[in-house]
């Protein structure tokens, strides 16, 4: 069936351009709405049949404004798919397919991939393993909580899509002092035991509720700890087949199930607990994880998850079939900082498996790729040691948090 359909993609953040790509060389028109922010980025603008600009981001859109202007837009173009680009989006996107009855994610299935109470709820009513938690509404809720879990915890905002707000705290006192500064504003973040111990992401593609694609890496050192103290972000995938690389398999194909992700791409973290051993869910998108791991992964598998993302999105509006590329089972890992040079010089940086160097401006990152695990992680350490003496730099907390 070759007949085009009409993609209108949302996202608040300059990112997504393999996937508009992709889309448009399957022959279709394809929308993009973004915020007049990120008017001059160079977004992949001839394979965009138009695109339009919202004031404001994240959070400031006015939804009324949203919606009208779609509805506009639809006076003399049938819309068939409406697609997030980014975690931000994810609301705005479920909003307008509820509103004109698009086909996809609506708001209650977007939730569990946006708000980490409700995603914490489905995991725990499905049996799958999380830190315990509670949320902030109920006075005496917290005070149980607090009361029966050992300390320290994490007061986390619902919705944010990084390490973004997040605030450790050592005791009841602390905790209430906490809450009490909040406000009215508790009701937008829930409270949780911190379980030390090595968080891994698995990103995978989905399709008719299947996991057609997933590879799981580990954060050498995670995005939590980068935006509270600065630093160097590393991750590499884990062995195949090993005894985790099964076990985080395992889990987030419950949680693909109990979340009802049917179609699309998905980043999903855990915690492997130094305590006990276990898997804890962490926390789930239905999106392409941030930070260049898309890049990474691509490196390691041959999997570009955008583009095959994509494709799975052409084949549902079309209602044909989709198959997944052979995949490679090669190894790769991202070593990234900010920077205090503008453009950095990388050149001498030259491994021959460095394969993807970060265009972004104040940023240091190389992405490396090679048969070999452990040649991966020799490059990453000798990297980052590099990077601390030469390169890196900190900045205030929000400008490091946008691990998108």
């Not at 393993?129 to 619902?158: C, G, M, Q, Y």
């Not at 062995?239 to 992700?261: P, Q």
């Not at 040079?341 to 394969?355: K, M």
Request: net charge neutral; hydrophobic share 40%.
């Amino acid at each position: 069936m070759s007949q085009f359909k009409t993609f209108l993609c949302i996202s608040n953040y300059f990112k997504g351009n393999a996937f508009l790509t992709s889309l448009k060389k399957q022959g279709n028109r394809v929308y993009l709405i973004t915020t007049e922010q990120l008017r001059e980025k160079p977004w992949a603008f001839e394979y965009i049949d138009e695109v339009f600009y919202m004031p404001g981001q994240d959070l400031d859109w006015d939804m009324d404004l949203l919606l009208k202007g779609v509805g506009g837009l639809m006076k003399e173009n049938k819309i068939d798919a409406i697609i997030a680009l980014d975690d931000y989006d994810v609301e705005k996107a479920a909003f307008l397919r509820e509103n004109f009855r698009i086909p996809g994610m609506g708001q209650t299935t977007g939730r569990y991939f946006r708000d980490k109470l409700a995603m914490r709820i489905q995991a725990k009513d499905a049996g799958i393993r999380v830190p315990a938690f509670s949320s902030l509404f109920h006075n005496e809720d917290i005070n149980h909580f607090a009361d029966t879990v050992s300390p320290p915890w994490v007061l986390k905002p619902r919705s944010e899509a990084s390490a973004h707000g997040i605030m450790k705290v050592f005791s009841k006192e602390e905790l209430w002092q906490k809450v009490n500064e909040l406000g009215d504003n508790r009701i937008y973040y829930l409270v949780e035991q911190f379980k030390p111990g090595d968080v891994y992401h698995a990103d995978g593609l989905q399709y008719q509720g299947k996991t057609l694609f997933l590879t799981v890496s580990k954060y050498l050192a995670t995005p939590m700890e980068i935006s509270q103290g600065g630093g160097i972000f590393r991750s590499a995938n884990i062995s195949y087949g090993s005894k985790d690389d099964k076990a985080i398999k395992k889990v987030n194909e419950s949680i693909m199930k109990a979340f009802g992700l049917k179609n699309g791409a998905s980043h999903t973290e855990f915690i492997k607990c130094h305590e006990d051993g276990q898997i804890y869910f962490l926390e789930t998108a239905s999106r392409v994880g941030g930070a260049h791991l898309a890049e990474m992964v691509e490196a390691a598998t041959g999997i570009n998850l955008w583009e095959e993302w994509a494709k799975i999105e052409d084949a549902v509006a079309k209602n044909k079939s989709y198959t997944i590329p052979k995949t490679r089972s090669d190894y790769a890992g991202i070593v990234l900082t900010l920077s205090k040079f503008e453009h950095p010089d990388l050149s001498s940086f030259d491994a021959p498996e460095v394969c993807f160097r970060v265009p972004l401006d104040y940023h240091a990152g190389l992405i490396v790729k090679s048969e070999h695990q452990q040649r991966v992680l020799d490059l990453l350490d000798e990297y980052a040691k590099r990077f601390t003496r030469e390169l890196s730099t900190k900045a205030d907390a929000p400008e490091v948090k946008k691990f998108h």
